[in-house]
């Protein structure tokens, strides 16, 4: 029986790029798997415990669409000159941390410096909660900016052109469609102040 121990299959694997180790077009041949990434910044402004600048290198994180196991995310570490294979037990924290997010005594990097190759980075980058407020404030958005007056309007226009909408209404429908309609009230009451201030009478409805 083998004493080696079995690493768990998983989605998100990180590695370590050394600019002088790694191809120079390693972002191209990164590209070429097709596989969802985030690519820090150059860290080159790291030091350690003794204050000495560490060597200059990236942090890469792959984003698979099923689980993988340790020596499927090395074929591609091994094409780039990545060192190092790691799963990331936590891709909030971990996308975080390619800036420092969240270690005040490191030195913070940029986020607009982070390639993002098939995600978006502040999304990544947000807890399930965070992440969950930011859509519906999407919603809110795209029902304004579209000029959506239905519910049915928005679930039939966002299923066809923007996935991520789609996917937010139908996830909060209750709340969505209370805002719509609360929306559609607002401009009832607007028109009849509009209505009073324009003619100093009394408003009547058409059915009147």
């Not at 070429?32 to 200059?56: Q, R």
């Not at 909030?92 to 410096?113: F, G, N, P, T």
């Not at 959506?148 to 966002?158: H, N």
């Amino acid at each position: 029986m083998s004493d080696k121990i079995k690493i768990p299959r998983n989605s998100r694997w990180t590695t370590i790029l050394y600019p002088e180790s790694a191809p120079s077009n390693f972002l191209d041949l990164l590209k070429d798997f097709h596989i969802p990434f985030l690519l820090s910044p150059l860290h080159d402004k790291d030091v350690d415990a003794n204050g000495v600048v560490k060597k200059s290198h990236y942090h890469l994180v792959l984003y698979f669409d099923s689980l993988k196991s340790a020596s499927q995310a090395q074929v591609v570490f091994d094409a780039i000159g990545g060192v190092g294979c790691q799963s990331v037990q936590s891709p909030v924290s971990y996308a975080r941390y390619l800036i420092h997010a969240d270690d005040s005594d490191k030195y913070q990097y940029s986020a607009e410096d982070v390639v993002a190759y098939g995600l978006d980075y502040m999304q990544c980058s947000l807890n399930e909660k965070s992440q969950k407020y930011l859509g519906i404030s999407d919603v809110i958005s795209y029902v304004i900016e579209n000029n959506i007056q239905s519910f049915s309007r928005l679930l039939i226009v966002s299923s066809q052109l923007n996935r991520h909408i789609f996917e937010t209404v139908c996830d909060n429908a209750y709340l969505v469609k209370a805002f719509i309609t609360s929306i559609k009230n607002d401009k009832i009451e607007c028109s009849k102040q509009e209505y009073l201030e324009s003619t100093g009478g009394e408003y009547k409805s058409a059915a009147e």
